[in-house]
């Protein structure tokens, strides 16, 4: 397991850059995030800032019906492996940058989700060892129009649904050293929960997810994984203030329209 960090991705003076975040302040680092990066000795108040993505994925994964809550609420049937979608590369939007509200009509939703953040490139990469591949952990919301999803009989549009500008905001860090399982994350609509469920309730855990799914395609340092959502997804209207919280990691917070 990675020591307990909590990695941050940021603009200054036109420059892209990264380092560590105790709250307060960024000490920048140079070289690889994911392999022994060196701290330049440079402090910066978070003030100075403009937050990035934590990370800089080739590809964004999401889980669907991968919590026993919202599975038996919604009455669907229990999955025997994972099943998952791909977030566009448009979709991804850093930390305190606005939703875009689309240009057609339907119920925009909010989910929010933990994120994993793959540190090492996998193949097919045993249970055992799955977690040794993971960096750390995200917060994320998988934003959807809803009413596009199963308005085809014939075709279920989960990439246009889940695919439009903006829509996959992650961040604000990616916090290292933490025990997944003992996670819970919260989302609140204009400061008031919406969600709040934690993490162990997971049909598939971590480790499972990522020796799955890296059996199917190369899990590259920098993707991230949506675990999926529980219980009390809702709609957004614009000007909504959209905050997806995890202990351990943080807040990240998004306005829609």
Request: charge should be neutral.
């Amino acid at each position: 397991m990675q020591p307990a960090q909590r990695w941050i991705r940021f603009e200054r003076a036109g420059k892209t850059g990264f380092g560590t975040f105790d709250g307060k302040r960024v000490r920048e680092h140079r070289g690889d995030m994911f392999a022994h990066p060196e701290p330049t000795g440079h402090v910066f108040a978070l003030e100075e800032l403009r937050l990035l993505t934590p990370t800089q994925p080739t590809k964004v994964i999401a889980l669907w019906n991968n919590f026993h809550a919202l599975g038996e609420k919604l009455k669907l049937p229990v999955p025997a492996e994972p099943l998952y979608l791909l977030k566009a590369p448009n979709s991804f939007l850093a930390p305190g940058e606005p939703i875009r509200k689309p240009l057609c009509e339907g119920k925009v939703v909010f989910e929010g989700e933990l994120g994993i953040v793959i540190g090492k490139t996998c193949t097919a990469v045993a249970e055992a060892q799955a977690l040794d591949h993971v960096f750390g952990y995200t917060c994320a919301n998988d934003v959807t129009v809803a009413d596009i999803l199963n308005r085809d009989a014939s075709f279920a549009q989960w990439a246009r649904a889940k695919g439009f500008d903006t829509f996959c905001p992650m961040g604000p860090v990616v916090a290292t050293g933490l025990d997944p399982a003992a996670l819970t994350v919260t989302t609140l609509l204009d400061g008031a929960a919406r969600q709040h469920y934690p993490i162990s309730d997971m049909r598939f855990p971590v480790q499972q997810l990522v020796s799955l799914i890296s059996a199917d395609m190369t899990l590259h340092p920098g993707d991230v994984i949506l675990c999926g959502t529980s219980v009390g997804v809702g709609s957004m209207k614009p000007g909504s203030l959209v905050e997806v919280e995890i202990n351990g990691i943080g807040r990240l917070s998004n306005r829609f329209g």
